[in-house]
Each structure stands twice: as structure tokens, then as C-alpha cells.
């Protein structure tokens, strides 16, 4: 199944952390750009891209945070992936150990029956770091799997499925009732 790939495109809620605005330096694909916070026990949300997959279903997702601890021993923080109607609302506490970037999985599971377009388009991300620890975070994104609309004639023609066909000997799907001098 396709699957796509949504990041950060706007600051909602910002505590006390570095590289302002945070949505622009966590979207970048780019551990040279990062955020980190300058207090202890801070927090940030940031609203993710917006898609155009309409009509799709909305089967499962992931996120995924790249980071790295700052300072003495370990970090920790919590990620947090949810919608305006908390419809998902996914909490995972992240285990901070190395000094070097790393994609640390920050939850998985399926979109509830029924998720849209404008469901996936109203996701966000919030993250707390926690225990008085210091974060850095270069890249926070969400990778969504789906099924996409079916566009085009809605029927199989010749064990042909109906996604592949866009014309039949030249024949455009829309005078599909010309084939074999049917109308």
C-alpha cells in the first residue's frame, strides 16, 4: 500500500527551546538544523503537512523522532501524536542514550474507522521533554499508509482491474459504452 509522509509546518505552542521557529528546523531532513530546550521539562506542538488524498482510506501510521541527548546521561521525553477530536491521541515516552542522531520510533497504530483527509490534516505533534533532561531533536515526522481512492472505470474489464484502465483500444473510459458497439 502507498504510504506518505507529513512533517511539521507550523509552531502551535512553544516553550523554552533553541532555533525558532521549531516546524522549520524539524522539517528540514537535516541534523546540522535541530531544537533543543533551554529549560528543564519544557514542551512544543507543531501542526503537521497537510494532504490531498482525498477520498483514500487512512489505514495505519507512524512517527518517528530523531534525536539526541544534550549534556550529562541520558534524556528523555515524551511524544505525543493526536487530532482536534483526540479520535487518535498516541503517547510514547522516549528513551534518549546517544550522543549521536538517531530515529527513535515514537508509536504506531492504526487510524480509526472512518479517519479523512481533513481528520489527517488536522494532526499534530506534541513533545515534553521530562525528568529535567535536555533534548536535541532534529526531525520529527509521521508516515501514514493508505489506500487510495479508485479513480477511473469501476469495473473489471477482461480480468483487467479497473485502476489499469484508463482507455480500452483507444477508447476513453468515459465512452466505455462504445466497446463492441455498445452504447
Known amino acids: 500500500m502507498p504510504t506518505?509522509?507529513?512533517?511539521?509546518?507550523?509552531?502551535?505552542?512553544?516553550?523554552?527551546?533553541?532555533?525558532?521557529?521549531?516546524n522549520a528546523v524539524l522539517s528540514d531532513s537535516n541534523d546540522a538544523t535541530f531544537t533543543n530546550n533551554t529549560a528543564q521539562n519544557q514542551s512544543f506542538i507543531v501542526s503537521?503537512?497537510?494532504?490531498?488524498?482525498?477520498?483514500a482510506?487512512?489505514?495505519?501510521?507512524?512517527?518517528?523522532v530523531r534525536a539526541k541527548k544534550g549534556g550529562k546521561g541520558n534524556a528523555s521525553c515524551d511524544a505525543r501524536l493526536f487530532d482536534s477530536s483526540f479520535a487518535v491521541n498516541n503517547i510514547t515516552s522516549l528513551s534518549v542514550t546517544s550522543s549521536s542522531y538517531t530515529d527513535l520510533s515514537a508509536g504506531?497504530?492504526?487510524f480509526p474507522g472512518g479517519f479523512s483527509n481533513s481528520d489527517v490534516n488536522n494532526l499534530s505533534v506534541r513533545v515534553d521533554t521530562t525528568g529535567g533532561t535536555q533534548v536535541f531533536i532534529s526531525e520529527i515526522?509521521?508516515?501514514?499508509?493508505?489506500?487510495?481512492?479508485?479513480?477511473?472505470?469501476?469495473?473489471?474489464?477482461?480480468?483487467?482491474?479497473?485502476?489499469s484502465i484508463g482507455k480500452i483500444n483507444t477508447v476513453a473510459t468515459a465512452n466505455i459504452g462504445k466497446v463492441n458497439s455498445v452504447d
Open 48 to 55: 503537521l503537512d497537510d494532504v490531498s488524498l482525498s477520498g
Open 57 to 64: 482510506t487512512f489505514n495505519s501510521w507512524s512517527m518517528t
Open 108 to 110: 504506531s497504530a492504526s
Open 141 to 163: 515526522f509521521v508516515t501514514i499508509d493508505y489506500t487510495a481512492a479508485v479513480s477511473g472505470y469501476g469495473h473489471d474489464v477482461n480480468s483487467v482491474g479497473s485502476s
Open 4 to 22: 506518505i509522509i507529513i512533517r511539521p509546518d507550523g509552531d502551535t505552542t512553544i516553550g523554552n527551546f533553541s532555533n525558532t521557529p521549531i
